[in-house]
C-alpha cells in the first residue's frame, strides 16, 4: 500500500490525517483506509498546516532567513517537524468485494495508514440500465478512470438541479448527458435552448450523433436544412398557458376569459383584431393587444393582416407543432427547441404549452393505468427562477414548471434546471430536486443554499464547492451511494470516443 | 404575362360507386376546361393524378382523352408521382403516359456521390423553370431531400418552380398531425412557387426564403373526409398563377360538382331503438334530393347494439328521398352495453393505426422492424397491400400473384424468396 498519510486524531466528520511527506493531498482528494473485511472512503474537506516547532520559533527562523542572518538555515529533519494536516470525512463504507456500500457510522482505526483511492476501489459504480453519463470519478485534480452514470429513470422524475455560475461547464454537461442519452427511447427531453448551444448548428454538437435522424427534433426559426421551423400557431395558446409567465390583471383575465368563452382557440387572434366583446372596456383591449405584441410579438399590419415579428406565431401555419413535439417526448426523443431569437416571455410560454400538453397528458395515463408505458418526460430549463424563483412564485402565482417541480414525480415529469442563482429558488422546490450536480460557484449565499439542500450532508464541503475548476462537480443525489466528485470530459473529446459511424443506407432514385 | 394552373390530388379511380366515379371525372373535366378557357400555358399536377399505380381503365380512358384535348390546343402539362399513383416496382400508368408524350413527368436527376442532383425542365413557351420531387410511399421520399443538392437548385437563375408531392411539418392540418411529413428546411430556397400535393386541404402560406408554398387540396375527393369536409364548406379546385419573372397573381378557382349535405347526429345517452327512431325522423326533414349526403353518427348509446341502428334502412330512406349518393360515417359510434370498439377515430385509416399502435405492444417479438412505430407503419403498409381489388378482367390467380408481391415487397421478403 503506498500509504498517503495516517490518521492522527478528529471526530466523526472531521477526522485529521497527517499528509506523509513528499504525498501530496489535495482538497477534494478521495482517500482509503483499509479495515479487514471492507474499507473507508473518505473525502479531504480541508487543509492545514501542522508543526512541532512553537510558533515563535519559526516566526524568529523565518525572520532570520529574510534579513539574511542565515541563508542556509533550516529546520532539522523537516519532513519530521512540518507537515499538513488534511481534515477528512468519511463518505462510505465498502465491503472489500464492492457489493455492499454503507454511510459510514463508525470512526475508522486510530492511528489508520490511508492512500490515495484506485479505480479498484470503485467496482459498485456500475453503469445502470438507463444510463446517463456524467463523467468519470474525480480525487481532487485527478481524473480516475471509473465512468459515473446516472439511472435515468430514478434521477429524472425526480428532477435535476444543475447548479454553478458562469462558464463553470454547465452547458458543456448538459450536452454531454443528453449525447449518452440520445438513442436510449425511456425517456423524452425538452430542452429549451435560449443560446442555442446544443443542437451544434455551427459546431460540433448533438445533430454529430449517429442516432439523431429518429431521436432528435430541433425546431428553430432559422432551422437548418432537415430540421423543423419554430412555428407555433397562435390557436394552440390557451389562456392557462400564460399563467405565472406573463402576469394580467383582474381585469385583463376577466376579459381573456370572455374572449375564450366567445371566441374559443381563436381568442388571441380576435384580442389582436379587437373585435369588440360586451363586457371588455376598449381601453382594457388595447392593453391586452399591447401586452401580445412585446409578449408574442403578434400585431394587425395596416392591411389589417395578423403579423408576427419574430415569425414563430402564426395564425395559418403551426397547428400540429407543439402536438408533433409532445409527441416525440412521449417516444422517447430529444426536442431541442432554439429560443435564441425569443424573448423570454415568449420562450417560456412555448415551453408552457408543451409542458401543458405533456403533463396532462400524463396525469391521464395514470387514471387509465398507462402510464407505466411511457417513458419518463424531462425538461431541462436554462435560468430556471425565471419560473421557479421565490419572487416570480409569490408575485405572478404558480405555473407549470413549478407544478412540475411539486408534482411531477407522480406523473413521470421531470426538470432539469439549470441557475446561477439556487438561492433564488424556494426550499421545498429545492428539496424536491433530489439530484444536483453542483459546479464551481464562488458565491458563497449560493453554495449555502445548495449545501442546505443536498441529498448528502455537504455541510464542510463549502470551500471544496468554491474550489471546484471549469469541468470539475459533484454530484449529490438521493440515488447515489455518496456525493461524488467527477471530472465532465470536454463535450469535443468526449463525443470523439463515444461516436459511432452514422449509418449510410444507399438509396436508390426514383424520378 | 404568363399563366399556370397547379393542379393536385385528382385522385381519378378512387371511386367504386358510379356516382361519385362520374364526379370525380366531372371536377377533373371541369378543371382542365377552366384552363383552356384562362388560356394557360401550362398546367402543374403536383401527384396523385390517379388514385392508384394501375387505375381502372375506363377511368384512364377518360383522362386521357380530357388530357389530350388539352395538349392539343398546345398546353403542356407537368406532373409527378403521388403517394398513390407510384409503384416501387411495376411501372405506373404515369410512366405510360409519360412515354406517350400525354404529359412530361418532371422528375430528373441522379445520385451522385451521395448527393441528389435535379434537373430542371424547361417549359418552351414561357421559359418557367421546373423541378420537383414525387412522393414514395409513406413519406418515404424524405430520403431524397436528406441527399438534395439544395445549393445547385438555389444558384439557378429564371423563374423557378418546385413541385413536390409530401406534407410539410409547418402546415400539416390538425387532422392529419400523425401523417409523415418533412421540413420545409429541406426544400432549396428562393424559388418563386412551391406547388404542393398530398395535404387534403387548400393552403396558401410563405416563410421566410419560401415565398409562395401552395396545396390546391384534391379536386374532389380521394377519400370520405373529403366529401365530409366539402360538405362542410371547404372549396374544392385548383389554382392559376399569373407571373412574369416574379408571381404577380396567385387564384383560386374553384370547382364546385355538386351540392352537399352534412348531417351530423350524437346518438349519446339514447339506447339503440331511440337513435334509430329519431334518426329517422331527422333525416326525413332533410332536403336531399339531389345531394351527396354525408351522415354523421357518433357518441355512445347508453343500450343496445350499434348494429341494431338499421343503417341500410337509413341509407334507402336517404336514396328515396332523392339523394345523389349517401355515406354513413358511423366509426364514433359506440355502445355502453356493447364495447365492440376498443378505439374510436374519424375513419377506418385512423382506427387501424391506433388499434395497431394498441396491439403491438402485445405481440412478443425479436425483429426490430416489427417492434413500435416500426411495426405500425409496417402492418398499415402490409394492410394497404392485401386491401386492393381485383381489377376488372384480371383473373385470380394474377390478382393473387399481383397481391402477394405487393406483401413480400412490403415486408422486403423478395430477395429472401429469390
Given at each position: 500500500m503506498?500509504v498517503a498519510?495516517?490518521?492522527?486524531s478528529?471526530?466523526?466528520?472531521?477526522?485529521?490525517?497527517?499528509?506523509?511527506s513528499?504525498e501530496?493531498i489535495?482538497l477534494?482528494?478521495?482517500?482509503?483506509?483499509e479495515a479487514?473485511?471492507?474499507f473507508l472512503?473518505?473525502?479531504v474537506?480541508?487543509?492545514r498546516y501542522?508543526?512541532?516547532i512553537?510558533?515563535?520559533?519559526?516566526?524568529l527562523?523565518a525572520?532570520?532567513?529574510?534579513?539574511?542572518?542565515?541563508a542556509g538555515?533550516?529546520?532539522?529533519?523537516p519532513?519530521?517537524?512540518n507537515?499538513?494536516?488534511?481534515?477528512?470525512?468519511?463518505v462510505a463504507?465498502?465491503?472489500?468485494?464492492?457489493?455492499d456500500?454503507?454511510i459510514?457510522k463508525v470512526?475508522p482505526?486510530f492511528?489508520s495508514?490511508?492512500?490515495?483511492?484506485?479505480?479498484?476501489?470503485?467496482?459498485?459504480l456500475?453503469?445502470?440500465?438507463?444510463p446517463?453519463?456524467?463523467g468519470?470519478v474525480?480525487s481532487?485534480s485527478k481524473t480516475?478512470?471509473?465512468?459515473?452514470?446516472?439511472?435515468?429513470?430514478d434521477v429524472?422524475?425526480?428532477?435535476?438541479?444543475?447548479p454553478?455560475?458562469?462558464g463553470?461547464?454547465?452547458?458543456n454537461l448538459?450536452?454531454?448527458?443528453?449525447?449518452?442519452?440520445?438513442g436510449?427511447d425511456k425517456f423524452g427531453?425538452l430542452?429549451?435552448?435560449?443560446h442555442d448551444?446544443y443542437?451544434?448548428?455551427?459546431?460540433?454538437?448533438?445533430?454529430?450523433?449517429?442516432?439523431v435522424?429518429?431521436?432528435?427534433?430541433y425546431?428553430?426559426?432559422?432551422p437548418?436544412a432537415g430540421?423543423?421551423t419554430?412555428?407555433?400557431?397562435?390557436r394552440?395558446?390557451?389562456?392557462?398557458?400564460f399563467?405565472?409567465?406573463?402576469?394580467?390583471?383582474?381585469?385583463?383575465?376577466?376579459?381573456?376569459k370572455?374572449?375564450y368563452?366567445?371566441?374559443k382557440?381563436?381568442?388571441?387572434?380576435?384580442?389582436?383584431?379587437?373585435t369588440p366583446?360586451d363586457?371588455v372596456?376598449?381601453r382594457?383591449?388595447e392593453?391586452?393587444?399591447r401586452k401580445f405584441d412585446?409578449?408574442?410579438?403578434?400585431?394587425?399590419?395596416d392591411?389589417g393582416n395578423?403579423?408576427c415579428r419574430?415569425?414563430?406565431?402564426?395564425?395559418?401555419?403551426?397547428?400540429?407543432?407543439t402536438?408533433d413535439?409532445a409527441?416525440?417526448?412521449e417516444?422517447g426523443k430529444?426536442?431541442?427547441v432554439d429560443?435564441?431569437r425569443?424573448?423570454d416571455?415568449a420562450?417560456l410560454l412555448?415551453g408552457?404549452?408543451?409542458?401543458s400538453?405533456?403533463?396532462?397528458r400524463y396525469?391521464?395515463?395514470?387514471?387509465?393505468a398507462e402510464?407505466?408505458?411511457?417513458?419518463?418526460v424531462s425538461v431541462v430549463?436554462?435560468?430556471?427562477?425565471?419560473?421557479?424563483?421565490?419572487?416570480?412564485l409569490a408575485?405572478?402565482g404558480d405555473n407549470?414548471?413549478?407544478t412540475?417541480?411539486r408534482e411531477?414525480?407522480?406523473?413521470k415529469?421531470?426538470?432539469i434546471?439549470?441557475?446561477?442563482?439556487?438561492?433564488?429558488?424556494p426550499r421545498?422546490?429545492?428539496?424536491n430536486?433530489?439530484?444536483?450536480?453542483i459546479?464551481?460557484?464562488?458565491?458563497?449565499?449560493?453554495?449555502?443554499a445548495?449545501?442546505?439542500s443536498?441529498?448528502?450532508?455537504l455541510?464542510?464541503?463549502d470551500?471544496t464547492?468554491a474550489?471546484l475548476?471549469?469541468?470539475e462537480?459533484?454530484v449529490?443525489?438521493?440515488?447515489t451511494?455518496?456525493a461524488?466528485p467527477?471530472?465532465i470530459?470536454?463535450f469535443?473529446?468526449?463525443?470523439e470516443?463515444?461516436?459511432?459511424?452514422?449509418?449510410n443506407?444507399?438509396?436508390?432514385f426514383?424520378? | 404575362?404568363?399563366?399556370?394552373?397547379h393542379?393536385s390530388?385528382?385522385?381519378l379511380?378512387?371511386?367504386?360507386?358510379?356516382?361519385?366515379?362520374k364526379l370525380e371525372f366531372a371536377?377533373f373535366?371541369k378543371?382542365?376546361?377552366r384552363c383552356t378557357?384562362?388560356?394557360?400555358d401550362?398546367?402543374v399536377?403536383s401527384?396523385d393524378?390517379?388514385h392508384s399505380?394501375?387505375?381502372?381503365?375506363g377511368v384512364?380512358?377518360n383522362a386521357?382523352?380530357?388530357?389530350r384535348?388539352?395538349r392539343?390546343?398546345?398546353?403542356?402539362i407537368?406532373?409527378?408521382?403521388?403517394?398513390?399513383?407510384?409503384s416501387?416496382?411495376?411501372?405506373?400508368?404515369?410512366?405510360?403516359?409519360?412515354?406517350?408524350?400525354?404529359?412530361?413527368?418532371?422528375?430528373?436527376?441522379?445520385?451522385?456521390?451521395?448527393?441528389?442532383k435535379?434537373e430542371?425542365t424547361e417549359?418552351p413557351?414561357?421559359?418557367?423553370k421546373l423541378?420537383?420531387?414525387?412522393a414514395?410511399k409513406?413519406?418515404?421520399?424524405?430520403?431524397?431531400?436528406?441527399?438534395?443538392?439544395?445549393?445547385?437548385?438555389?444558384?439557378?437563375k429564371g423563374?423557378?418552380?418546385f413541385?413536390?408531392h409530401s406534407?410539410?411539418?409547418?402546415?400539416?392540418?390538425d387532422f392529419l398531425a400523425?401523417m409523415?411529413?418533412?421540413p420545409?428546411?429541406y426544400f432549396?430556397?428562393?424559388?418563386?412557387?412551391?406547388?404542393?400535393?398530398?395535404?387534403?386541404?387548400q393552403?396558401?402560406?410563405?416563410l421566410p426564403?419560401y415565398?409562395k408554398?401552395?396545396y390546391p387540396?384534391?379536386?374532389?375527393?380521394?377519400y370520405?373526409?373529403?366529401?365530409e369536409?366539402?360538405?362542410?364548406?371547404e372549396?374544392r379546385?385548383f389554382?392559376?398563377?399569373?407571373?412574369?419573372?416574379?408571381?404577380?397573381k396567385?387564384e383560386?378557382?374553384e370547382?364546385?360538382t355538386?351540392e352537399?349535405?352534412f348531417?351530423e347526429?350524437?346518438a349519446?345517452?339514447?339506447?339503440?331503438?331511440q337513435a334509430?327512431?329519431?334518426?329517422?325522423?331527422?333525416?326525413k326533414?332533410l332536403?336531399v334530393?339531389?345531394?351527396?349526403v354525408?351522415?354523421?353518427v357518433?357518441?355512445e348509446?347508453?343500450g343496445g347494439?350499434t348494429?341494431?341502428?338499421n343503417f341500410?334502412?337509413?341509407?334507402?330512406i336517404?336514396?328515396?328521398?332523392g339523394?345523389?349518393h349517401v355515406n354513413?360515417?358511423r366509426f364514433g359510434?359506440?355502445?355502453?352495453?356493447?364495447?365492440s370498439?376498443k378505439?374510436?377515430?374519424?375513419?377506418?385509416r385512423?382506427?387501424e393505426?391506433?388499434?395497431?399502435?394498441e396491439s403491438i405492444g402485445s405481440?412478443?417479438?425479436?425483429?426490430?422492424a416489427?417492434k413500435?412505430?416500426?411495426?405500425?407503419?409496417?402492418a398499415?403498409?402490409?394492410?394497404?397491400?392485401?386491401?386492393?381489388?381485383?381489377?376488372t378482367?384480371?383473373?385470380?390467380?394474377d390478382?393473387?400473384d399481383?397481391?402477394l408481391e405487393k406483401?413480400?415487397e412490403?415486408?422486403?421478403l423478395?430477395?429472401?424468396?429469390?
Open positions: 503506498e498519510g495516517q490518521i492522527v478528529g471526530k466523526v466528520g472531521e477526522i485529521l490525517i497527517r499528509q506523509k513528499e501530496t489535495e477534494g482528494d478521495l482517500l482509503v483506509v479487514g473485511d471492507h472512503i473518505l473525502q474537506f480541508d487543509l501542522g508543526s512541532q512553537s510558533p515563535s520559533a519559526r516566526e527562523l525572520g532570520m532567513k529574510l534579513e539574511g542572518f542565515g538555515l533550516d529546520f532539522l529533519e519532513e519530521l517537524r507537515y499538513v494536516i488534511a481534515a477528512v470525512k468519511a463504507r465498502v465491503s472489500n468485494d464492492g457489493k456500500v454503507k459510514p470512526l482505526d492511528f495508514s490511508v492512500r490515495h483511492i484506485k479505480k479498484e476501489d470503485l467496482t459498485f456500475t453503469k445502470p440500465s438507463n446517463v453519463y456524467l468519470k474525480r481532487g480516475i478512470d471509473v465512468d459515473v452514470y446516472l439511472n435515468a429513470l429524472f422524475r425526480h428532477h435535476i438541479v444543475v454553478a455560475t458562469t463553470r461547464g454547465k452547458s448538459v450536452k454531454v448527458m443528453l449525447w449518452s442519452m440520445l436510449q427531453v430542452v429549451l435552448d435560449p448551444e443542437y451544434g448548428r455551427h459546431e460540433k454538437g448533438l445533430k454529430d450523433h449517429s442516432k435522424k429518429d431521436n432528435l427534433l425546431y428553430s426559426s432559422t437548418p430540421t423543423n419554430l412555428v407555433v400557431n397562435l394552440s395558446i390557451l389562456p392557462w398557458h399563467q405565472g409567465i406573463v402576469m394580467f390583471t383582474d381585469a385583463q383575465q376577466d376579459a381573456i370572455l374572449y368563452n366567445r371566441f382557440e381563436d381568442w388571441i387572434e380576435n384580442i389582436v383584431r379587437g366583446v363586457g372596456a376598449p382594457t383591449l392593453v391586452l393587444q412585446t409578449s408574442l410579438g403578434v400585431y394587425l399590419d392591411a395578423l403579423q419574430n415569425k414563430v406565431f402564426s395564425d395559418t401555419a403551426g397547428t400540429t407543432t402536438k413535439i409527441n416525440a417526448l417516444k430529444i426536442v431541442i429560443t435564441s425569443l424573448l416571455e420562450e412555448i408552457s404549452i408543451v409542458v400538453q405533456i403533463f396532462h396525469q391521464s395515463y395514470k387514471s387509465t402510464l407505466d408505458t411511457k417513458p419518463i430549463i436554462e435560468e430556471a427562477p425565471r419560473v421557479l424563483g421565490a419572487d416570480v408575485s405572478a407549470i414548471y413549478s412540475v417541480a411531477g414525480r407522480k406523473f415529469v421531470g426538470l434546471a439549470i441557475t446561477q442563482l439556487t438561492s433564488l429558488i421545498p422546490i429545492l428539496a430536486m433530489n439530484t444536483k450536480i459546479l464551481g460557484n464562488e458565491m458563497a449565499a449560493e453554495r449555502r445548495i449545501i442546505d443536498a441529498a448528502q450532508d455541510s464542510e464541503d470551500r464547492i474550489s475548476d471549469k469541468g462537480a459533484i449529490s443525489s438521493n440515488f451511494k455518496f461524488v467527477i471530472q470530459p470536454l469535443e473529446k468526449y463525443i470516443t463515444s461516436a459511432s459511424k452514422k449509418e443506407e444507399k438509396t436508390v426514383v424520378g | 404575362m404568363h399563366k399556370f394552373a393542379i390530388d385528382c385522385h379511380g378512387a371511386h367504386r360507386d358510379p356516382v361519385l366515379q371536377a373535366d378543371a382542365l376546361t378557357q384562362e388560356e394557360v401550362f398546367i399536377i401527384g393524378l390517379f399505380n394501375i387505375p381502372d381503365m384512364v380512358n386521357v382523352k380530357k388530357m384535348e388539352v392539343d390546343k398546345g398546353i403542356p407537368y406532373v409527378i408521382y403521388g403517394s398513390h399513383d407510384y416501387p416496382n411495376e411501372t405506373s400508368i404515369v410512366d405510360i403516359l409519360d412515354s406517350a408524350g400525354l404529359f412530361t413527368k418532371i422528375v430528373k436527376g441522379e445520385i451522385e456521390k451521395d448527393t441528389l435535379l430542371f417549359d413557351e414561357t421559359k418557367a423541378v420537383g420531387i414525387s414514395r409513406t413519406g418515404m421520399e424524405e430520403k431524397y431531400y436528406e441527399i438534395l443538392d439544395r445549393e445547385t437548385l438555389e444558384k439557378e423563374f423557378k418552380i413541385v413536390f406534407a410539410l411539418s409547418e402546415f400539416k392540418p400523425t409523415a411529413s418533412v420545409i428546411s432549396p430556397k428562393g424559388f418563386d412557387y412551391y406547388a404542393g400535393g398530398h395535404i387534403h386541404k393552403i396558401e402560406e410563405k426564403g415565398n408554398i401552395v387540396g384534391p379536386l374532389f375527393a380521394g370520405p373526409r373529403d366529401l369536409q366539402s360538405a362542410c364548406g372549396k379546385g389554382y392559376i398563377v399569373s407571373f412574369d419573372d416574379k408571381v404577380e396567385v383560386f378557382i370547382i364546385p355538386c352537399y349535405i348531417f347526429y350524437d349519446s345517452n339514447k339506447n339503440s331503438t334509430q327512431q329519431e334518426l329517422v325522423k331527422r333525416i326533414e332536403d334530393a339531389e345531394k351527396v354525408l351522415l354523421k357518433k357518441g348509446l347508453s347494439k348494429s341494431d341502428i341500410s334502412q337509413i341509407r334507402n336517404l336514396t328515396e328521398n339523394a345523389l354513413i360515417n359510434l359506440s355502445s355502453k352495453e356493447y364495447t370498439l378505439v374510436m377515430g374519424e375513419d377506418v385512423e382506427i393505426g391506433k388499434l395497431l399502435k405481440v412478443k417479438v425479436s425483429t426490430e416489427l413500435g412505430e416500426k411495426g405500425v407503419h409496417l398499415t403498409e402490409l394492410l394497404n397491400a392485401l386491401r386492393q381489388g381485383q381489377k378482367n384480371e383473373n385470380k390467380k390478382y393473387e399481383r397481391i406483401a413480400f412490403v415486408l422486403k423478395r430477395e429472401v424468396l429469390k
